[in-house]
Antibody, heavy 116, light 107 residues
């Protein structure tokens, strides 16, 4: 059974940093693109970033370019999102999802709150 | 970026009604479209891929159609458990983009 479990969310002040993680199981992690998608409270879904199987390609939505970095450790079946210079508008549930086009497999999400 | 315009933003229908949601892309995306169902506090559930293909295990009352810029999602007979917000999502180009969502309620 495919499982994606996010962690690392929490309360952070504006301008601060946070790293969220996603541990994958039930499939060959190194064979798949992985994505981060976020959802602000009461709002819709927004794709944030994705990363190729070997980490050689990474793409971001414009609003996080230069502030967020997606990475992965295939030996640990783990996906990461390093978030710097956080803003109030980054407050959201962050989901990891399997695949370039996303689709079936999502984690349960981790809440990141940016507030003073 | 490709904009995905979903309508309506909300609807209220009776159990057994046919429900239709539309999703319009700002440019041709062929059939590179997913549909999801999301219930409060839960991750989205994948329903349809390639605009019209039902994911395994999804009830047959759900269907999708369309290509190019205009797409339709249909629930043929609304059930109480279908109360949720539905999203379309294109994967023709990065950034991947979602429609704004359609909240479906029971009348």
């Amino acid at each position: 059974e495919v499982q994606l479990v996010e962690s690392g969310g929490g309360l952070v002040q504006p301008g601060g940093s946070l790293r969220v993680s996603c541990v994958a199981s039930g499939f060959t992690f190194s064979s798949y693109w992985m994505s981060w998608v976020r959802q602000a409270p009461g709002k819709g879904l927004e794709w944030v970033a994705n990363i190729k199987q070997d980490g050689s390609e990474k793409y971001y939505v414009d609003s996080v370019k230069g502030r967020f970095t997606i990475s992965r450790d295939n030996a640990k079946n783990s996906l990461y999102l390093q978030m710097n210079s956080l803003r109030a508008e980054d407050t959201a549930v962050y989901y990891c999802a399997r695949g370039y086009r996303i689709g079936q497999h999502w984690g349960q999400g981790t809440l990141v709150t940016v507030s003073s | 970026d490709i904009q995905m315009t979903q309508s309506p933003s909300s609807l209220s229908a009776s159990v057994g009604d046919r429900v239709t949601i539309t999703c319009q892309a700002s440019q041709d995306i062929s059939n590179y479209l997913n549909w999801y169902q999301q219930k409060p506090g839960k991750a989205p559930k994948f329903l349809i891929y390639d605009a019209s293909n039902l994911e395994t295990g999804v009830p047959s009352r759900f269907s999708g159609s369309g290509s190019g810029t205009d797409f339709t999602f249909t629930i043929s007979s609304l059930q109480p458990e279908d109360i949720a917000t539905y999203y379309c999502q294109q994967y023709d180009n990065l950034p991947l983009t979602f429609g704004g969502g359609t909240k479906v309620e029971i009348k």
